[in-house]
């Protein structure tokens, strides 16, 4: 009887600064500790260099630089999020990461005009639940994939 019933969506929560950001599962290949970075010259700002995950060379965004917030020391709390674009992996540095959540594709509210300091083509919307708001990132976006095949051209492969 209940055809409309919503779907869900599961996502990792993390932070940056003080906003909490989700990103989906499906996109999420791992998250790490932050390893040795190896930098490479001549690379947008925001490339923090590659890494050796597991044999696989790996590049390394920091997102607070990708989002023009202030850059930090990384700490005990500081990951890489390996995400998977297009058949290929890249790092997120990010503050934490805290949860994994369900949430329901009706929680999902179109991103307001000005959202802090992240440029709102980035978002897919925002989700709010109990008392917390949550950024949804369109990593399709956060990272072309162009530039997704750039950094990997980065690698030397």
């Known amino acids: 009887m ?8 599961k996502v990792i929560i993390f932070q940056l600064q003080n906003e909490e950001y989700a990103v989906s599962v499906q996109q ?31 590049p390394v965004i920091d997102l607070r630089v990708r989002f023009n917030l202030e850059a930090t020391e ?17 790092g997120l540095i990010v503050d934490a990461a805290n949860d ?31 008392d917390r708001l949550f950024i949804l990132l369109d990593l399709e976006k956060v990272l072309t994939v162009d530039q997704v095949k750039e950094l990997h051209g980065v690698e030397g492969s």
């Open 100 to 130: 994994v959540m369900d949430i329901s594709e009706d929680a999902i509210e179109p991103p307001p005009e000005v959202i802090g300091t992240v440029d709102v083509d980035y978002i897919e919307g925002v989700v709010k639940m109990e």
């Open 2 to 9: 209940e055809t409309g019933t919503s779907l869900n969506r």
């Open 74 to 90: 990384y700490n005990e709390s500081t990951r890489i999020i390996i995400i998977n674009l297009e058949d290929m992996e890249v």
């Open 28 to 58: 999420v290949g791992a998250i790490e500790r932050v390893l040795p970075i190896t930098r490479v010259p001549q690379t947008a700002d925001f490339v923090k260099g590659v890494i050796n995950l597991r044999g696989v060379v790996t």
